[in-house]
């Protein structure tokens, strides 16, 4: 059986909710973020079936993870540009 990316979330496993803006498992896949497709149906993969798919929904969960632009290293926090330019670099109040 198929295992595809879920279209109600696009794979996050969670919506977002139009009147508050919480957030809540998606109710297509139940969180997981990916379905079982056969034939042109979706459905839910049931949690009894984690274990045998584990390692098919790690990698598609990578798969996704680099289409939205993860390199799969970390940088320190003074190397990441989104503190260089708030000025933010988390050496201290001296920046050394």
């Known amino acids: 059986m198929t295992i595809i990316r879920c279209v109600s979330c696009d794979g996050f496993g969670w919506t977002e909710d139009d009147d508050d803006g ?10 997981v973020g990916y379905v079982y497709h056969e034939n042109g149906i979706d459905r839910r993969i049931p949690p009894t ?6 390692d098919q929904l790690e990698a598609l969960e990578l798969e996704r993870m680099r289409e939205m632009g993860y390199s799969g290293s970390a940088k320190k926090p003074w190397d990441q540009p989104v503190r260089q330019e708030r000025g933010n670099l988390l050496r201290g109040k001296s920046g050394t």
């Open 22 to 31: 919480s957030a809540q498992d998606c109710a297509w896949c139940g969180g």
């Open 49 to 54: 079936d984690y274990a045998a798919v584990s």
